[in-house]
């Protein structure tokens, strides 16, 4: 087996390989219309040739005899620290076992880390407990939990994270005071990716029990607005959110 970067004329391979995994992995949780419709909008040829052409992505295949049978979608993202954030790491269900998904983590990590990640992270659904027992496999701790909305229903996702020094030493939450004098305690390991910088989740208590809305991580603001189709702006510069994991599944 062969690793290497990820090109456009992967893109029919890809999609076919992270088809063939959501549906091993989530299709016992997910209708196979909904999966298909996620893989339709996340891995046409215009959104990979995007993720391709990013400076900070980490995009890498794994081949054998000739036929891509796995592959890791990850990218550095600056938070409070610089995160190597694993968005997905796929492997065909007929080569699962083989360690192709070990190899995918570390080839990633090893790029990641050149590119000046901190530490990494990974989040899978809880409906998912193979991929959640492989993070904890790799020497991983879970860190939270969120819920995401695909479709009409919620789902809980748990959320991983490494840290490559081996200290696990983490300032996560942070206590902040907003322009109207209110204290609000930002959660750094809960962020959006965005335009700009991140969005990170604020709560009125440090346990994260009554959440207060985002701050943003490009001019410091709180002037975070979201709108009914969940949609998120920062009036103050004009920072909006990206799609996350699973936007294109119920957008």
Same mark, same amino acid.
């Given at each position: 087996? #062969?690793?290497?970067?990820a090109t456009t004329e992967d893109v029919d391979d890809i999609?076919?390989?992270?088809?063939?995994?959501?549906?091993?992995?989530?299709?016992?949780?997910?209708?196979?219309? &909904?999966? +298909?419709?996620?893989?339709?909008?996340?891995?046409?040829?215009?959104?990979? $040739?995007? %993720?391709?052409?990013?400076?900070? %992505?980490?995009?890498? =295949?794994?081949?054998?005899?000739?036929?891509?049978?796995?592959?890791?979608?990850?990218?550095?993202?600056?938070?409070?620290? !610089?995160?190597?954030?694993? +968005?997905?790491?796929?492997?065909?269900?007929?080569?699962?076992?083989?360690?192709?998904?070990? #190899?995918?983590?570390?080839?990633?990590? $090893?790029? &990641?880390?050149?590119?000046?990640?901190?530490?990494?992270?990974?989040?899978?659904l809880a409906a998912n407990e193979a991929g959640g027992e492989?993070?904890?496999?790799?020497?991983?701790?879970?860190?939270?939990?969120?819920?995401?909305?695909?479709?009409?229903?919620?789902?809980?996702?748990?959320?991983?994270?490494?840290? !490559?020094?081996?200290?696990?030493?983490? =300032?996560?939450?942070?206590?902040?005071?907003?322009?109207?004098?209110?204290? =609000?305690?930002?959660?750094?390991?809960? %962020?959006?990716?965005?335009?700009?910088? !991140?969005?990170?989740?604020?709560? %009125?208590? /440090?346990?994260?029990?009554?959440?207060?809305?985002?701050?943003?991580?490009?001019?410091?603001?709180?002037? =975070?607005?979201?709108? $009914?189709?969940?949609?998120?702006?920062?009036?103050?510069?004009?920072?909006?959110?990206?799609?996350? /994991?699973? #936007?294109?599944?119920?957008?």
């Amino acid at each position: 087996m #062969d690793l290497r970067d990820a090109t456009t004329e992967d893109v029919d391979d890809i999609s076919e390989t992270a088809r063939a995994s959501l549906s091993a992995s989530y299709g016992h949780a997910l209708s196979a219309d &909904l999966i +298909d419709d996620a893989v339709e909008s996340w891995y046409d040829a215009e959104t990979v $040739t995007d %993720a391709l052409a990013d400076e900070d %992505a980490v995009f890498v =295949v794994a081949v054998e005899d000739g036929d891509i049978v796995g592959f890791v979608q990850s990218q550095l993202v600056e938070r409070r620290e !610089p995160v190597g954030e694993l +968005d997905w790491l796929h492997v065909h269900p007929d080569h699962r076992g083989k360690g192709v998904g070990d #190899d995918l983590l570390r080839r990633a990590e $090893t790029e &990641l880390l050149e590119l000046g990640a901190e530490r990494l992270e990974g989040r899978v659904l809880a409906a998912n407990e193979a991929g959640g027992e492989f993070y904890e496999r790799e020497g991983f701790a879970e860190i939270g939990d969120r819920t995401v909305e695909i479709g009409d229903q919620q789902f809980r996702e748990r959320v991983f994270a490494r840290f !490559p020094s081996g200290d696990g030493e983490q =300032v996560l939450t942070e206590a902040r005071v907003t322009d109207d004098g209110d204290q =609000v305690y930002v959660a750094y390991d809960e %962020a959006e990716r965005a335009s700009k910088a !991140p969005f990170y989740a604020t709560y %009125a208590d /440090r346990e994260r029990t009554e959440r207060e809305g985002y701050v943003c991580g490009n001019c410091g603001g709180f002037a =975070v607005n979201v709108d $009914t189709m969940d949609r998120v702006e920062c009036s103050e510069c004009g920072n909006k959110r990206k799609a996350s /994991r699973w #936007d294109a599944a119920y957008l």
